[in-house]
């Protein structure tokens, strides 16, 4: 029954996007992309613990112009850039997606619960966001995400499933996880290009800041940090996309001829809320003293060619509890598709 549910739950995105198509096709041209995030500690760190797994989809509409219109209200962007540089004219995007997060304490050997380990938990959720950029100067994302935490999310079962069939180990004390409650976030973020980019020889290489945070039962933080990268065709995008939380990507590229950059980056939050470890809002469930402050450090790759970009992240996250032994170190594949 679970897995038939979750069956269901995937089919009913694409009915979603179809029933909402005559407003995210409402774009000036071209340009939509669809995007899949694979995150996981096997990666790097194959160690099958904490933030154990995710999975996200999203699809990004072309330019809207409702939205390019609302967003050139706001203060902070400057409407002479479409008569300056058409190049750096405002442009905004809806988006819309599904994913999931599994987590599970260290020790997933005992059906008992564990102390001072973070809980077993899920969360299965949708989200739908407004994205506007100044073509490669900067862009602003606030996203909003729905879904639920606990038994509902399905997480057990998926995980049972993907190792019953490739013969690992199955955790044994998901019968401790968190109850199940309905989330919501609301994310924001920020992130600038500094202009010009540098010259390394006949690569390019630039500098990108970031601030933002998030609102919520599930998450309550905010954040700020950079990203560096050095290679070609820089002005594409502003970094390979994530899992939140984390440090930002801008998750549209354009077209182009192979490209191809190295990055790196880091990032600083400061957690009000995170519910994987501060247990559930109105119920008695597991929980740990978490950490307030948090960092993310992160390295990678990307490639890009024709309508398709690839990124590979190996990301080191500091202890988030009390108790916590080490970093968690894991890895992030995303796969993005322009057309």
């Known amino acids: ?88 004219a405002l442009e905004g995007r809806a988006s819309i997606s599904m994913g999931q997060n599994i987590y599970t304490p260290e020790n997933t050997f005992t059906e008992n619960p564990v102390p001072n380990q973070r809980p077993y938990a899920g969360w299965l959720y949708m989200g739908f966001g407004l994205m506007a950029n100044q073509g490669s100067n900067r862009y602003d994302k606030i996203k909003l995400e729905i879904g639920i935490i606990g038994p509902a999310s399905l997480a057990e079962d998926v995980q049972t499933f993907w190792h019953s069939l490739f013969g690992l180990h199955v955790p044994e004390g998901w019968d401790n996880q968190l109850e199940n409650e309905l989330g919501v976030v609301l994310y924001y973020e920020q992130a600038y290009r500094i202009h ?77 809320r995170n519910i994987f470890l501060d247990g559930n809002t109105f119920t008695e469930s597991l929980s740990v003293k978490k950490k307030h402050l948090v960092g993310d450090f992160q390295a990678g790759i990307t490639f890009q060619w024709e309508r398709v970009s690839i990124s590979y992240t190996q990301i080191i996250r500091t202890k988030q509890f009390g108790g916590q032994d080490s970093n968690d170190v894991f890895g992030s594949l995303s796969i993005s598709y322009l057309f």
């Open 1 to 88: 029954m679970p897995m038939s549910f979750l069956k269901s739950f995937i089919a009913f995105f694409p009915v979603l996007c179809y029933l909402m198509w005559p407003a995210l096709s409402l774009a000036d041209g071209p340009d939509r992309v669809i995007s899949i995030q694979f995150e996981n500690d096997f990666f790097g760190g194959g160690t099958d613990r904490h933030f154990s797994h995710g999975t996200h989809i999203e699809y990004y509409t072309g330019p809207v112009h409702f939205i390019t219109k609302w967003a050139d209200k706001l203060p902070w962007y400057d409407p002479r850039n479409e008569m300056d540089a058409p190049e750096d």
């Open 196 to 272: 010009p980019p540098g010259k390394l020889f006949t690569l390019e290489y630039d500098l990108v800041p970031h601030i933002g945070g998030s609102l919520g039962n599930v998450f309550t933080y905010g954040s700020a940090g950079y990203t560096i990268r050095l290679g070609r065709g820089l002005e594409k995008d502003f970094g390979p996309p994530r899992i939140q939380p984390s440090l930002p990507g801008g998750g549209y590229f354009s077209k182009s001829a192979l490209n191809w950059y190295l990055f790196a980056g880091m990032q600083g939050r400061v957690v009000l």
